[in-house]
């Protein structure tokens, strides 16, 4: 079965400072691997996400992760942050099955916090 | 190109009672699935319907239900409410042959 850890419940961070939100996750086949945005009172909205291909990837709001298949984590970075940043983060995993099914599992969450 | 769309928004409910939540998917979208996101925890994966059918389901109780219309439009019934079927219901859409999945707003609901 398939599992999505992020390691860290809540980061606080100033503004303009660097942050990476780190995502573990479990699985015996090929995955693809999401990272979601909450804004408070608000649903999910996709970040980026690695399907194929170069293993890092880019947000347009300037996120980036890299995905390390032999560390099987998917961290999420930001050079900068930004007030407007704070919000939750939630990392997923999708199975690569045959058939299409395209269920996400998520993890718990990391709460960025960022402060002036 | 409008996104995923659910209805209602806010919804209270008391113990014992029925809802019903509506999802629209994501314009040329075929496939959806709903989540649960109890308060402070991650989305669960509750089922997934293509093609009129329940293709997939997660550890959730048969009083847990839905359905898929020919539009692609999709309810989601929970019968005999608990307490501790207050969350936020997320629907969440994607091509049957695709990976990425889009959400909606979602529905908060509190049983009382």
């Known amino acids: 079965a398939q599992s999505v850890t992020q390691l860290d419940s809540q980061v606080p961070v100033f503004e303009e400072a660097p942050v990476e939100l780190r995502c573990n996750y479990s699985s015996s086949v090929s995955v693809y691997l999401f990272w979601y945005v909450q804004y408070p009172n608000q649903g999910l909205q996709l970040l980026l996400k690695?399907?194929?291909?170069?293993?890092l990837v880019e947000s347009i709001n300037g996120f980036e992760a890299e995905f390390n298949k032999s560390q099987t984590s998917f961290h999420l970075r930001k050079p900068s942050v930004h007030i407007s940043d704070t919000a939750e983060y939630f990392c997923a995993v999708s199975v690569d099955v045959s058939g299409g099914y395209n269920k996400l599992i998520f993890g718990a969450g990391t709460r960025l916090a960022v402060h002036p | 190109d409008a996104g995923v769309t659910q209805s209602p928004t806010h919804l209270i409910k008391t113990r014992g009672q029925q809802v019903t939540l509506r999802c629209s998917p994501k314009?040329?979208?075929?496939?959806v699935s709903w989540y649960q996101q109890a308060l402070g925890q991650g989305p669960q994966f509750i089922f997934q319907?293509?093609?009129?059918?329940?293709?997939q389901r997660g550890n959730f109780p048969d009083r847990f239900s839905g359905h898929q219309f020919p539009n692609y439009s999709s309810e989601l019934n929970v019968n005999a409410l608990l307490l501790g079927d207050s969350a936020l219901y997320l629907c969440?859409?994607?091509?049957?042959?695709?990976?990425?999945?889009?959400f909606g707003e979602g529905s908060w609901l509190t049983v009382v």
């Open positions: 319907y293509y093609e009129e059918e329940e293709r």
């Open positions: 969440a859409s994607s091509l049957e042959s695709r990976a990425t999945i889009y």
């Open positions: 690695y399907l194929s291909g170069s293993t």
């Open positions: 314009s040329g979208h075929d496939t």
